[in-house]
């Protein structure tokens, strides 16, 4: 008796770890524009999946829909079984850096803190905070920078500090909105590298995109959206010559050099 | 001057009833002006102060003292400018352009039509030295209303200044905090209106938060010193105001303009110097 409640605890945990986030025909509209069309996949817990497309081709309206900032004209998301409205704990976000008002001279840590700023954080002298703070910051190796003034970090360590504020919220679900514009080369390797041991801790992150080179090394999974899911899958499979002309028109040429597996190489060596 | 010159004013009850209120005002509004500075939101506070006119008109015909009436036409007309702002499709500017001319258009119709003995000038510059002990008790119930939300609600004020879009991810009530945020800076304009007046209560709300932002390097600084400023030039600015028989609005404005100076001048010299002296070390 006691094996089959176990056996059944685990086929339900699979399901669960399966279903972490399921879109299910998600359609999102502006006015008389359809931003998402029949949006369906299925990521399991501890993936990470690039989201990659054209401007314009709906990855931000597509985290938009999966935090409960725009209604679903149809379709239906489900996070961890919840609806996106009640799910907003489970989700740590990463924003465009082009949504922040960078006037504000605030601190690391304060920035951190946000994480754990709910609508029961009434208190603006609390410290209980300070040990999850420092712990994040260590997490993403700017421990050292805690009293910095975000306006003077460059754009990798900037995002280094979003994530983590998702990391000092709890969050099971990391969205990255454009996470490497602005960021050098160098840098994208360092925070590929953090975001990486984020992955091992049993994250699951999305990552919005529009480096597509090298996009099987760095993925597990990759969701191409042009308004609709032009393709959804492992990452060393989905970026067919269809699916890049699907998304990209005329200017997939651009990406000619990319093949599954090429490594962005002509001679695929 | 000695410092029985300084103590002088103390002397007199009304004096230091308008103390009690220009350093009430020189805490509340720089420490407000943090955040509209930030927020770019200057314009918006302009217009709140203009459009308690037509309120104030209407309740000097009915008899009422400004205090009293301003408590209520401040979380109006913070209401209506969020509910237009949010609303508008003429543009933000646009439609505090409209709100701001119009409301202050009507005051001054509305005076004219009921033929109410106010004398704009005190109204427009403020008139400090007519705060009665009522009045003092009216601002002080306004200080301790503003100051409590504005501490309380800090850390989320904060986050959603800053970044809007993830404090409504984080499942923040930004429409709540946006109206809260509105309806305090809006009583503490009009708690200050009688210090400062509709016209100038602008310069106490931003000009002692530029001048810190100029010289600190985290929010958090950026406040105190502002506070410290704004209570600075209130204080002398109300003395100046006695001693010279000049209008205490303009009198703290000025010693706010000339703290900026102080503090650009800061920021341009003295900086540099430590600088300097660092790179040599």
Redesign the interface.
């Known amino acids: 008796m006691t094996m089959m409640i176990m056996m059944t605890m685990k086929a339900k945990n699979k399901i669960q770890k399966e279903n972490f986030i399921i879109s299910d025909g998600c359609c999102v509209q502006y006015g008389d524009t359809l931003a998402l069309d029949n949006v369906t996949f299925k990521v399991s817990e501890g993936k990470m999946v690039a989201v990659v497309g054209p401007n314009g081709g709906g990855k931000s309206t597509l985290f938009n829909a999966m ?3 725009v209604p679903l004209a149809n379709g239906s998301i489900k996070i961890k079984g919840l609806d996106p409205d009640k799910a ?2 489970l ?1 740590g ?1 990463v ?1 465009q850096k082009n ?3 960078w ?5 690391v840590r ?2 951190v ?3 754990l ?3 029961n ?4 002298f609390s410290k209980k905070n300070n040990k999850i703070v420092m712990d994040s910051l260590s997490q993403v190796g700017l421990l050292d920078k805690i ?1 910095d ?1 975000v306006n003077k970090l460059s754009g990798g360590q900037l995002q280094r500090v979003f994530i983590a ?1 998702t990391l000092s ?1 709890g969050a099971d679900i990391l969205l990255l909105d454009e996470a490497f514009s602005a960021v050098d080369v160098g840098a994208q390797e360092d925070l590929m590298e953090i975001i990486n041991n984020i992955k091992l801790d049993g994250k699951t992150i999305l990552i919005a995109t529009h480096d597509i080179n090298n996009i099987e090394e760095k993925f597990d999974e990759v969701l191409c959206l042009n308004r609709h899911c032009c393709a959804y899958g492992d990452a060393s499979e989905v970026l067919t010559k269809e699916v890049m002309e699907e998304m990209y028109g005329s200017h997939n040429q651009m990406f000619k050099n990319h093949t599954p597996g090429n490594h962005g190489n002509n001679n695929g060596n | 001057m000695g410092i029985e010159n300084l103590l002088e004013p103390f002397k007199y009850d009304f004096m230091i009833r308008s103390l009690i209120t220009a350093a009430l005002s020189g805490i509340m509004l720089p420490a407000l002006g943090s955040f509209t ?4 939101m200057g314009f918006m506070a302009d217009a709140m102060a203009h459009a308690t006119l037509p309120i104030i008109a209407v309740g000097v015909f009915l008899g009422f003292s400004i205090s009293v009436l301003g408590v209520p036409a401040a979380i109006l007309i913070a209401l209506l400018l969020g509910f237009i702002i949010k609303n508008t499709e003429v543009g933000e500017d646009t439609a505090i352009g409209i709100i701001f001319s119009s409301f202050f258009a009507l005051g001054f119709i509305l005076i004219s039509i009921f033929n109410v003995s106010i004398n704009l000038e005190d109204l427009l510059f403020g008139q400090i030295l007519a705060v009665s002990t009522f009045d003092v008790f009216i601002v002080f119930g306004l200080f301790i209303v503003v100051m409590s939300i504005f ?6 004020f ?2 959603y ?13 930004v429409s709540f905090l946006n109206y809260l945020f509105l309806i305090i800076l809006s009583l503490a304009i009009i708690g200050s209106l009688q210090t400062v007046g509709i016209i100038l209560v602008l310069s106490m709300l931003i000009i002692p938060s530029a001048a810190a ?1 100029l010289i ?4 958090v600084n ?1 406040i105190i010193f502002s506070v410290a400023f704004g209570v600075v030039a209130s204080i002398s600015g109300l003395y100046l105001s006695y001693f010279f028989n000049l209008p205490s609005g303009p009198s703290m404005s000025i010693v706010a303009t000339l703290l900026f100076v102080l503090a650009f001048l800061i920021s341009k010299l003295v900086n540099p110097i430590f600088t300097y002296l660092n790179s040599e070390i």
């Open positions: 935090t409960g900032l907003k704990n989700i976000y924003p949504l922040i008002n006037n504000f001279p605030v601190s304060q920035v803190e946000m994480g700023t709910n609508n954080s009434l208190n603006p009293d003034n504020r919220q | 500075i930030n927020r770019n501490l309380i609600f800090f850390k989320q904060l986050f200044s800053f970044d809007p879009i993830g404090a409504k991810v984080r499942g923040l009530n932002k600190t390097k985290t929010f950026s």
